[in-house]
């Protein structure tokens, strides 16, 4: 979360967060308030700060924390690694896609930390729509448990989204000069912003080739399109 007072950057993981943090913090004309690398908003939230968030399409985004993972990097990867569970780490489709089932499995919510314990099962939360909710939502956890008994819950808690923009990794170019051009015009460097979306290069890739996305077995894909249904219905 990247707080710049009138606006806030939701920096949600392996959506391209980190070149978004460096485009702020070079083109961006309002001071830096406050910083929390994936931090969420709670008693801190201003219904008059203008709010965005970058998504991945949730195969894309599985496959590249995936191999993120491969090279041993990432909070996911280092909380397996401690359960031993990093063996499900290799380079080949077939691990890929049991890997995801792995994840996509409710009995391992527990596993995987950052609060996805403490969502009740029956939600049917994916692993990225909850990392989704835990940022787009004022004081998620509650606003999530406070609509236990409504009928359809999540759908019910999403009705409460702060967020005012979201871009698309897969226009992520396009989105923030979008913003800097006519959504917050007044907040940014427009030259600034031109320039560097011309010249800078991607960063904080994963060194290992995409081959996994394309290889996703066709009962892993409906699962996770099941359990990702918050994140598809942006695709």
């Known amino acids: 979360m990247q707080d710049f007072g009138e606006i806030v950057y939701l920096d949600l993981q392996k959506t391209g967060s980190t070149f978004v943090n460096k485009f702020l913090n070079e083109t961006c004309n309002l001071p830096l ?6 931090g969420r908003i709670c008693e801190s939230y ?20 995936y191999r993120y993972g491969i090279d041993a990097r990432g909070g996911l990867y280092n909380r397996l690694k401690r359960l031993g569970k990093d ?4 380079e080949d489709t077939k691990s890929f896609n049991q890997w995801l089932r ?3 499995d409710e009995k391992n919510n527990h596993l995987l930390g950052e609060d996805y314990e403490k969502i009740p099962v029956d939600y049917n939360i994916g692993f990225l729509s909850f990392r989704y909710l835990m940022l787009s ?6 606003s999530l448990l406070q609509c236990c008994h409504l009928k359809n819950p999540v759908e019910q808690a999403c009705q409460k989204s702060i967020v005012n923009k ?7 170019n396009k ?20 320039y560097f979306i011309e010249h800078a290069e991607k960063i904080n890739t994963s060194n290992t080739k995409d081959v996994f996305s394309s290889e996703i077995e066709s009962d892993v894909l409906d699962l996770l399109m099941k ?9």
């Open 33 to 38: 308030v406050k910083e929390i690398k994936h």
């Open 46 to 65: 201003n219904p008059n700060v203008f709010y965005f968030i970058t998504i991945r399409h949730p195969l894309s985004q599985y496959s590249s924390l």
């Open 87 to 90: 063996t499900l780490y290799q």
């Open 102 to 104: 792995f994840l996509l």
């Open 137 to 142: 939502l004022a004081s998620p956890l509650e």
């Open 166 to 172: 979201v871009i698309k990794n897969e226009e992520l």
């Open 175 to 194: 989105g923030l000069l979008q913003l800097v051009y006519d959504i917050k015009p007044e907040f940014f460097d427009q030259t600034k912003a031109k």
């Open 227 to 235: 359990k990702e249904r918050i994140l598809m219905d942006f695709y």
